[in-house]
């Protein structure tokens, strides 16, 4: 059987591996995703501050349209608007590595330009660690099943 170094699985895995690792770093210093926009609601998928995102936004002033966002991390200073301006109105949650916001605006707060917000953040170094759990399990099971049939291949032959 040739040594795990030699399999495709494992460079593959490692290729990923390193790019899992590269994103989380890169989370840290710039802002990356997409966009997309339909009237009335706007999608982000972002990649910031050690976390990734998924974040949708309510409002009449949204348009159809498509966007990919690079540049320098503001430290979330988007997030810190957002809480001097609502404060508690945030309905939150989080567990662990996993956390999520939610907001809608009341008669009170008709300055603000969106009507609704839903977010949920997963830390990027959960998102790793879970990958790399799948894959080591992944090599550990192909390893033991060529195993196992070599092993059958074995017995077969010497009946």
């Not at 966002?69 to 309905?91: P, Q, R, W």
């Amino acid at each position: 059987m040739k040594p795990w170094y030699r399999s495709l699985l494992f460079w593959l895995g490692a290729f990923f591996a390193v790019s899992f690792l590269w994103l989380w770093w890169d989370s840290h210093r710039h802002v990356t995703g997409p966009g997309w926009s339909r009237p009335g609601h706007y999608v982000y998928l972002v990649s910031e501050n050690g976390e990734i995102s998924l974040e949708h936004y309510r409002s009449s002033s949204f348009e159809r349209d498509f966007e990919f966002t690079y540049g320098a991390s503001d430290g979330g200073s988007f997030d810190k608007i957002f809480d001097a301006a609502l404060g508690d109105a945030f309905d939150r949650w989080s567990f662990g590595p996993l956390r999520g916001a939610e907001w809608e605006r009341s008669k009170n707060q008709r300055m603000l330009p969106i009507a609704g917000y839903k977010g949920w953040f997963v830390s990027w170094w959960f998102v790793f660690c879970g990958y790399l759990v799948t894959w080591v399990g992944l090599m550990v099971w192909l390893r033991r099943r060529l195993r196992r049939r070599a092993a059958d291949l074995m017995k077969g032959g010497e009946a």
